[in-house]
């Protein structure tokens, strides 16, 4: 008879425990989360092409949201949603990701990230000089040479630094 038992108690124990899995994934993104958006004071950042007096002024765009049904094949029975947020620092170039997906979901989806390359992946960095400024928490992330993006140099501070995009370095004017 305790065989008999056992299987029902297992069984409610394992459903109360998914429908509690569902309940804690998921959600709107932190302060944490967003403080990866910058807003530049004055509203525009300019940028000097390394080397020449070649300027471009760069407005990074508004924070987009978006809510999205959790969707992974496991979760297909919970009822449960979260935001994204997204903003484009180099308009047609970089976009800065943020995903809150939640509680022990796949590697890496609530992690920040720019042209795919995930902040969580790199250790900040403090006194770096770029174009005679010095920033502090500094994340720089070299990328694939082969990409037509890399080495770029960002900061939850001031946003974004310095990039190369189709071999033409580019630095934030201080």
Request: aromatic residues 10%; glycine residues 10%.
């Amino acid at each position: 008879m305790r065989p008999i038992l056992f299987v029902p108690l297992a069984l409610a124990i394992a459903a109360s425990g998914c429908r509690k899995d569902c309940e804690e994934k998921g959600g709107v993104l932190s302060a944490d989360e967003r403080s990866w958006f910058v807003e530049p004071a004055g509203g525009a950042v300019r940028y000097r092409l390394e080397g020449t007096d070649s300027i471009i002024t760069v407005v990074p765009a508004s924070v987009e949201l978006k809510w999205n049904k959790g969707n992974f094949e496991r979760e297909e029975h919970c009822e449960w949603g979260y935001q994204t947020g997204s903003q484009s620092v180099a308009p047609g170039i970089l976009l800065v990701e943020v995903e809150h997906c939640g509680v022990g979901v796949e590697e890496n989806l609530n992690s920040a990230r720019i042209f795919g390359l995930h902040f969580s992946d790199y250790t900040p960095q403090d006194a770096l000089e770029v174009n005679n400024a010095t920033y502090n928490a500094v994340y720089v992330m070299p990328g694939s040479i082969t990409s037509p993006v890399h080495d770029i140099v960002f900061s939850k501070e001031v946003g974004l630094i310095a990039y190369t995009h189709d071999g033409e370095r580019w630095l934030r004017e201080p």
